[in-house]
């Protein structure tokens, strides 16, 4: 009897065509020689699964990060809007400007992963009052992080790490690690939010 499929199987079988194999295509070339490129960012991350965890009936996990970043939000005691023009725009936060004066408003671009990735790209929102806010582990609130910083700050983090040096930043615009290790988990943990925190970092952006 065949076993049934395996969650991988299965998505990896959604996204190729295993109908017509050739056997012995690549053996020439094998032969030859051959080599292992290690990637900078996830390969996998441009996809959607549709049998992964994070997709809740359907919604992805960026959907799901935005839903934990806005009760997130909501925990720490702050108002949050969707902009009607997006422009890396997701979400405007708002804190008070104190006696007789208006809320002040923060625009926010969001990064959502499932792992602990940080990125940049030299498009990103930085202009004045803006924050890149990741969120990683976007399964669920409780596994959930989120880090709020500002381009400025992240492209700090960046140069920090050696990774402006890389050719993936200096010639395409941008940069990605998957998953952070110990050390860029320490350089971003100053910028990693709590409810009690955000009033602190709105203060200081």
Not at 74 to 87: C, H, T, V, Y
Not at 127 to 135: D, F, H, I, N, T
Not at 141 to 147: L, R
């Amino acid at each position: 009897m065949k076993s049934s499929m395996t969650k991988s199987e299965a998505a990896i079988r959604s996204r190729f065509d295993f109908s017509k194999p050739t056997l012995g295509r690549f053996y020439e070339r094998y032969q030859k020689g051959h080599s292992v490129t290690l990637l900078d960012h996830d390969p996998d991350a441009q996809f959607e699964d549709p049998l992964d965890s994070t997709n809740w009936s359907g919604t992805n996990t960026r959907e799901v990060g935005k839903d934990i970043f806005i009760s997130h939000i909501q925990s720490a005691g702050l108002k949050i809007a969707e902009p009607l023009s997006r422009e890396r725009i997701d979400f405007l936060i708002y804190r008070d400007g104190g006696p007789d004066r208006e809320l002040i408003p923060f625009a926010v671009q969001i990064k959502t992963s499932i792992h602990k990735t940080f990125s940049l790209h030299k498009n990103d929102l930085k202009m004045p009052r803006s924050l890149l806010a990741y969120v990683w582990n976007a399964k669920d609130y409780e596994e959930s992080s989120i880090y709020a910083i500002t381009y400025k700050e992240a492209l700090h983090v960046l140069k920090e790490k050696g990774y402006a040096a890389t050719d993936s930043w200096m010639s395409k615009g941008g940069y990605s690690v998957t998953d952070a290790g110990t050390d860029l988990k320490e350089m971003l943990e100053p910028y990693r939010m709590t409810p009690e925190r955000w009033q602190q970092r709105l203060q200081s952006v």
